[in-house]
């Protein structure tokens, strides 16, 4: 099994180690799963090659890796002002989500799994205010995917940067602002040391979803329980992954706020009704060159349009109740 992560990569690759030794230990040691950190058998983003090839037989990763090769795959990763953890796991398990997903990857041999899920990220490190849209005019920040299209749609550059070379490229201003996960990775990263300014919310990582990616042969050579055993291990991860980012993220705010003075901002309405605007004619434009983008799309709307009418009188009505 290959990851797209460095190795020792806290949650990420962390819950992957996890998940070979849950199918060690379940299966009584019948199925055993040797993991490779991104680089170490292939580098990182072909792992999905890899996994299609039978180089390997397993990897993990998130989907918005392959949009050069499946743009629709993006959906099953993240979406600008798209759904949060709760709703994509809705889609996937429940709601068809899962199905569109397996379609997309049949031609490549690929088998896919929801495996993991970041929780709302944040929306990033500057080092001058952002007050209305005209501040992200010229702006170069990495940011990457959809999100980068929207940032270049209101004027900005988008920048894209491997984790290792975030901080330095800041600190220098090669870029003028970053996103990278969320408080418990980016104070790991230091990034408080070289912006002042940390937004919220994550408008284009609302809820990344993590993928495991089985080779469509290795996975029909396994016997149906030991299917059903990478199936549940796989489910398990993708929970532990996300409770993991919550509870670490709780701590890491408090100290960047308290240890770190790190000023935590809310993007102004204007600015995020702006953003939403954006990404509005930057997924039109994209339905508009793949066909299985559009369908995909339309699928994806369609559940979170659904899902936000429920929400509104469900979570949403409840955390102003708390209010
Ligand atoms: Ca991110």
Not at 58 to 83: C, T
Not at 277 to 301: G, I, M, N
């Amino acid at each position: 099994m290959v990851t797209t992560w460095p190795p020792n990569f806290p949650i990420f690759q962390e819950g992957v180690v996890q998940f070979a030794k849950d199918i060690e230990l379940m299966s009584g040691g019948r199925l055993k799963v040797k993991v490779y950190a991104g680089g170490q058998l292939v580098p990182p983003l072909q792992a999905f090659e890899a996994v299609s090839q039978g180089t390997v037989q397993m990897g993990h990763g998130a989907a918005y890796y392959w949009a050069g090769k499946v743009p629709a795959a993006q959906f099953m990763s993240a979406v600008p002002f798209g759904m949060t953890a709760k709703g994509v796991n809705a889609w996937f398990y429940s709601g068809g989500g899962l199905e569109l997903w397996r379609e997309l990857y049949k031609p490549f041999n690929v088998v896919p799994f929801p495996a993991g899920n970041s929780g709302v990220q944040m929306g990033g490190w500057f080092n001058k205010k952002i007050e209305s849209v005209e501040d992200l005019k010229g702006l170069k920040m990495r940011i990457p995917g959809l999100g980068g299209k929207v940032l270049a749609k209101a004027g900005g550059t988008p920048i894209l940067l491997a984790g290792g070379e975030i901080y330095t490229a800041l600190e220098r201003g090669t870029i003028d602002a970053t996103e990278w996960v969320g408080p418990f990775h980016d104070n790991r990263l230091g990034l408080y040391r070289a912006a002042k300014y940390y937004y919220y919310p994550g408008w284009h990582e609302p809820g990344t979803a993590l993928e495991l990616i089985v080779n469509g042969k290795a996975w029909a050579q396994l016997p149906e329980d030991l299917q059903k055993i990478v199936e549940v291990a796989a489910r398990s991860i993708n929970q532990w992954t996300l409770s993991k980012f919550e509870a670490l993220n709780i701590k890491a705010l408090r100290e960047l706020k308290e240890e770190h003075h790190v000023k935590v901002l809310a993007f102004p309405p204007s600015v995020l009704k702006e953003l939403k605007r954006l990404t509005q004619v930057a997924l039109d434009e994209e339905a508009a060159k793949d066909a299985s983008f559009k369908k995909v799309y339309e699928a994806y709307k369609q559940f979170q349009a659904d899902h936000a009418a429920w929400n509104a009188i469900s979570d949403d009505a409840y955390s102003k109740a708390l209010q």
